[in-house]
């Protein structure tokens, strides 16, 4: 049996993987164990009101363990990764210097990528007619249109973001036409490397088969808990539909489901699928990392699992 990592004192534990996969309760076991605390790595847990939609934990759930970064924006609010990674990287900092080990749990890989290998600076200034002209495609044509065009003329990206994502289609775009350069080449430029914090990675492996039926049988949960019910209160209360925000898996297709354009089984059918494609998409995501620890997914054991690899 290989030795145990012995943690320095710098050591920030990840829990990531895809959607689904059981992450939340594994880092609260953890951090009972370890009597830490959370930092949620997810772009829509900062939000209040979105609470199903995001598989956001229980009340409970944040009684039994704190959790920083969760429900405190207004789905109006603007929220990126580089303030995630300044936000975290202050919280861990406070942790560390009182001898608690950070955990980081959550699903949005770019988030966690900018925490741990810093954001590249982006020199290139908006301009509103580009941003305008690719707007306007967007309602014209669709978000099928624009992704043609990134796949062209940036296939990297094009293969890593949320290709769902107006918003990250539209400033990959707007990077290559006012650079000339892919965005992605632009990353692999940058310093990547924060030697501040030394994180260690874990998510939990299921075969595909099996995450698929987990992500079927959670679709159904918030669907018959109220998920269309709480997309009709966030419209209710004047929150644009085209927030960022707003554009996520099980609010689109409960949007779709309310103008008529599925029934009610189709639109949970578009539900269940497109949210098995954004598991595939983390899984490519995450399977380059190759310093995440995989665990067994299908055993009960998972902490037991984590205090193999490393000593706590």
Not at 19 to 26: D, N, Q, V
Not at 53 to 75: G, M, R
Not at 173 to 198: D, M, W
Not at 232 to 249: A, G, M
Request: charged share 30%; proline share 3%; with cysteine.
């Amino acid at each position: 049996m290989s030795r145990k990592k012995i943690l320095p004192k710098n050591s920030v534990i990840v829990i990531t993987g895809p959607t689904a996969s059981g992450k939340t309760s594994l880092s609260i076991e953890l951090a009972q164990t370890l009597k830490s605390e959370i930092i949620s790595a997810d772009s829509r847990q900062v939000y209040m009101l979105m609470d199903i939609c995001t598989a956001k934990p229980s009340q409970n759930e944040l009684n039994l363990v704190k959790h920083h970064l969760v429900d405190f924006l207004s789905p109006n609010q603007e929220f990126s990764a580089g303030k995630f990674a300044s936000d975290a990287s202050s919280i861990i900092r406070k942790l560390q210097n009182s001898d608690i080990i950070p955990i980081v749990c959550g699903g949005s890989a770019f988030y966690i990528k900018a925490l741990f290998e810093g954001l590249f600076e982006e020199k290139n200034e908006i301009i509103p007619e580009l941003r305008n002209k690719l707007n306007n495609e967007i309602e014209k044509f669709g978000i099928g249109y624009l992704q043609k065009q990134l796949k062209k003329v940036d296939n990297k990206t094009y293969s890593k973001i949320e290709l769902d994502n107006p918003h990250r289609v539209i400033r990959a775009l707007e990077y290559y036409y006012s650079t000339g350069e892919p965005i992605s080449e632009a990353h692999e430029k940058r310093n990547v490397s924060n030697s501040e914090f030394q994180p260690i990675y874990f998510a939990i492996n299921y075969s595909r088969d099996v995450l698929y039926d987990r992500i079927n049988h959670r679709c159904e949960q918030m669907w018959n808990n109220g998920l269309v019910n709480e997309y009709k209160s966030l419209i209710s209360l004047d929150y644009d539909k085209n927030l960022n925000s707003l554009n996520t898996v099980g609010y689109k297709e409960s949007r779709d489901y309310l103008d008529g354009i599925y029934s009610e089984d189709e639109a949970l059918e578009e539900f269940k699928k497109n949210t098995r494609r954004f598991a595939k998409r983390q899984l490519t995501w995450f399977r380059k990392n190759q310093e995440i620890n995989w665990l067994e997914g299908k055993s009960n054991n998972k902490l037991e699992q984590i205090k193999d690899i490393i000593q706590i």
